[in-house]
């Protein structure tokens, strides 16, 4: 099977900071199958993707901009952000951000 895990994986309030998966992406990851892999991991990698990351510019997926009603970074704790951003922040910039 398939899996972004880099063996770092550690919950950093709602988002692994090793892989960037949610809890609930690693949580379903084994009842996933191939092609729900692969669409997660073209997001993780920014393979797939709707807008560039406000601060570090690198390719990002929202699940808003791609039409569905929610968004993984739902899942995630919420984050003590500071500066105001016009789009939303990549997987691994809002992990590093310290949680509320
Ligand atoms: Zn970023």
Known sequence: MKTPCIAACKNNAGICSGCHRTM???LH?????DDAHSQVMDKLSG???????PEC???TFCDI?????TC??????E????????ACLCRR?????PAV
């Open 79 to 86: 984050r003590e952000i500071t500066e105001t951003f016009d």
């Open 24 to 26: 609930g992406e690693i």
């Open 47 to 53: 393979e797939t993707s709707t807008h560039a990351c």
């Open 93 to 97: 910039c809002l992990e590093k951000k």
């Open 57 to 59: 510019g690198s390719n």
């Open 65 to 69: 901009a791609a039409g569905k009603e």
């Open 72 to 77: 993984w970074c739902f899942e995630v704790e």
């Open 29 to 33: 990851w084994s009842k996933m199958d």
